[in-house]
């Protein structure tokens, strides 16, 4: 069975940090990008972040706007993804997913071909 795990939500005040992790079994995704995305309730669910396979071993990093300078994702390895979140606020608050694209690139959600559960992120004012 092909899946994605989160792990690493939780509770958190403004200012703090959280550290997500995300764990792909069933496959190899070498070559394909994975990276996260967050809903808020009442909002629709948006794109975060994502590291998108560049050839051989080597994937770049994608952001969007709103964590640019406080969210770092790290491709582990070809089945791991982590998220670093600094400096969080209580905008960041939402369910966040982890996601493995249809191909090299993540951007939206037409390119993500698996998501995982969802975990919960909280940041108190």
């Known amino acids: 069975q092909v899946q994605l795990v989160e792990s690493g939500g939780g509770l958190v005040q403004a200012g703090g940090s959280l550290r997500l992790s995300c764990a792909a079994s069933g496959r190899t995704f070498e070559r394909y990008a994975m990276g996260w995305f967050r809903q808020a309730p009442g909002k629709e669910r948006e794109f975060v972040a994502a590291?998108?396979?560049?050839?051989?071993?080597?994937?770049?990093t994608y952001y969007a706007d709103s964590v640019k300078g406080r969210f770092t994702i790290t491709r582990n390895n070809e089945n791991t993804v982590s998220l670093q979140m600094n400096r969080l606020i209580p905008e960041d608050t939402a369910v966040y997913y982890c996601?493995?694209?249809?191909?090299?690139?993540?951007?939206?959600?037409?390119?993500?071909?698996?998501w995982g559960q969802g975990t919960q992120v909280t940041v108190s004012s």
């Open positions: 996601a493995a694209g249809l191909g090299a690139r993540l951007l939206d959600s037409d390119t993500v071909g698996l």
């Open positions: 590291t998108n396979w560049s050839g051989g071993s080597i994937y770049y």
